[in-house]
């Protein structure tokens, strides 16, 4: 009876969202636990719908990256690295020779910088986060090391190092896209975060892109849209407590 309940519940929320399109203005910015984050409220705001973080590259920024995913329907929050950079921002330092032990305890750092602001703006609500090469990474360590409020994450043409992970910890699940021409992080570095997450007791999926380099098109956005509409829709994104929603996505 729940479960149609449920159900019920999310063709009522697609419906609205359908109907009203898009997301309030351009957003607002804040600064929270020290980071600076730009949200942008759908125009149908459900208080129990899950909170999407999207986490930009390296050398991007919280507006650009934000403005990408703006017309998803759920209430968006796009935080800003803290290193300035010439042009954007960069999440951490990663100059070359780096040992993968160095990498992930910048990846760690930033990772456990970022989840109390994130905390705070989910208030108990489950959260999904989408990153792309530097955010990526970020999205595969928030995954690892706080999957009791992590939903899903969608990391885009990254990967990890092992140490991301916490003991008797299962990671939350994760759904990688990276293309198979990317040459700054190549793909058999996905392939093997991947596995990791699997040999955790993660659940972990990684679609593979033909010919397509290290970026971050319309067409990589509007795959990573489909696949977090199926689990939504499809009822596999895990419970904030004893029930939670779910919100469908809208793409534009």
């Given at each position: 009876?729940?479960?149609?309940r449920?159900?019920?519940?999310?063709v009522?929320?697609l419906?609205?969202v359908?109907?009203?399109?898009?997301?309030?203005?351009?957003?607002?910015?804040e600064?929270?636990?020290?980071?600076?984050m730009l949200?942008?409220?759908p125009?149908?705001?459900?208080?129990?719908?899950?909170?999407?973080?999207?986490?930009?590259g390296w050398s991007?920024?919280?507006?650009?990256?934000?403005r990408?995913?703006?017309?998803?329907g759920?209430?968006?929050?796009?935080?800003?690295?803290?290193?300035?950079?010439?042009?954007?921002?960069?999440?951490?330092?990663?100059?070359g020779?780096l040992?993968?032990?160095e990498l992930?305890?910048?990846?760690?750092?930033?990772?456990?910088r970022?989840?109390?602001?994130?905390?705070?703006?989910?208030?108990?609500?489950k959260?999904i986060?989408?990153?792309?090469?530097?955010?990526?990474?970020?999205?595969?360590?928030?995954?690892?090391r706080?999957?009791?409020?992590?939903?899903?994450?969608?990391p885009?043409?990254?990967?990890?190092?092992?140490?991301?992970?916490l003991?008797?910890?299962?990671?939350?699940?994760?759904h990688?896209?990276?293309?198979t021409?990317?040459?700054?992080?190549?793909?058999e570095?996905?392939?093997s975060?991947v596995?990791l997450f699997?040999?955790?007791?993660?659940?972990?999926?990684?679609?593979?892109?033909p010919?397509?380099?290290?970026?971050?098109?319309k067409?990589?956005?509007?795959?990573?849209l489909?696949?977090?509409?199926?689990i939504?829709?499809?009822?596999r994104?895990?419970?904030?407590?004893?029930?939670?929603?779910?919100t469908?996505?809208?793409?534009?």
């Amino acid at each position: 009876m729940r479960r149609i309940r449920t159900t019920a519940r999310i063709v009522l929320i697609l419906v609205g969202v359908l109907l009203s399109g898009g997301c309030k203005g351009a957003g607002t910015t804040e600064v929270i636990h020290g980071v600076r984050m730009l949200r942008i409220l759908p125009r149908a705001v459900d208080p129990k719908a899950p909170l999407v973080v999207a986490l930009h590259g390296w050398s991007g920024d919280a507006e650009g990256y934000g403005r990408a995913w703006r017309g998803i329907g759920l209430e968006l929050a796009a935080p800003e690295g803290f290193i300035p950079l010439a042009r954007g921002f960069s999440w951490f330092d990663w100059p070359g020779g780096l040992s993968e032990e160095e990498l992930a305890e910048r990846v760690n750092d930033a990772a456990d910088r970022l989840w109390p602001a994130i905390a705070q703006i989910a208030s108990g609500r489950k959260v999904i986060v989408i990153g792309s090469s530097q955010g990526a990474m970020l999205a595969y360590a928030l995954a690892a090391r706080h999957p009791e409020g992590v939903a899903h994450a969608f990391p885009i043409s990254g990967s990890a190092p092992r140490q991301i992970f916490l003991p008797g910890r299962v990671p939350a699940p994760v759904h990688a896209v990276h293309g198979t021409e990317d040459r700054v992080i190549p793909i058999e570095l996905d392939r093997s975060t991947v596995r990791l997450f699997k040999e955790h007791g993660g659940v972990a999926e990684l679609d593979e892109l033909p010919g397509v380099g290290h970026a971050f098109t319309k067409d990589i956005r509007h795959h990573v849209l489909v696949r977090l509409q199926s689990i939504l829709v499809g009822g596999r994104l895990p419970d904030a407590g004893s029930t939670q929603p779910v919100t469908p996505l809208r793409d534009q």
